[in-house]
């Protein structure tokens, strides 16, 4: 099992899907034949405002252990914000702080290491 995670622009996640698809195809057809194996590429691309294709949750629900859509595209909604955010507060120097819990993953696979429990979305 080969999982992709990408965020994109929210016009593009059907086409980034697509190309994910055709990215992995040669190494699946490899991997089939050396290890006699069989695999699948799960492309789980979401909007940079939580858009989602309709085949996501199918997609999902073929990996290992509970996921969960929204939380995925809460993931994707606080990246948004937060870069959002940051540039926003260049201006002033100052960068608000995101809510998030620990641990999660914001974008290319940037993990949130902390959070403030005292700011809220708004």
């Given at each position: 099992m080969l999982i992709d995670v990408a965020i994109s622009?929210?016009?593009?996640?059907?086409?980034?899907?697509?190309?994910?698809?055709?990215?992995?195809?040669?190494?699946i057809i490899e991997i089939q034949r050396m290890w006699n194996v069989e695999t699948?590429?799960?492309?789980?691309?979401i909007g940079a405002t939580g858009t989602i294709s309709k085949s996501l949750r199918k997609h999902v629900s073929n990996t290992p252990g509970k996921r969960e859509v929204k939380d995925q595209q809460k993931t994707a909604i606080l990246g948004t914000a937060h870069i959002l955010r940051k540039v926003k507060g260049k201006g002033n120097g100052?960068?608000?702080?995101?809510?998030?819990?620990?641990?999660?993953?914001?974008?290319?696979?940037?993990?949130?290491?902390?959070?403030?429990?005292?700011?809220?979305?708004?």
């Open positions: 622009g929210d016009r593009n996640v059907i086409k980034k899907e697509a190309e994910k698809i055709l990215k992995y195809k040669d190494l699948n590429v799960i492309p789980v691309i100052k960068v608000i702080p995101l809510q998030a819990r620990c641990g999660q993953t914001v974008g290319r696979g940037i993990a949130l290491l902390s959070h403030d429990r005292g700011t809220k979305m708004g």
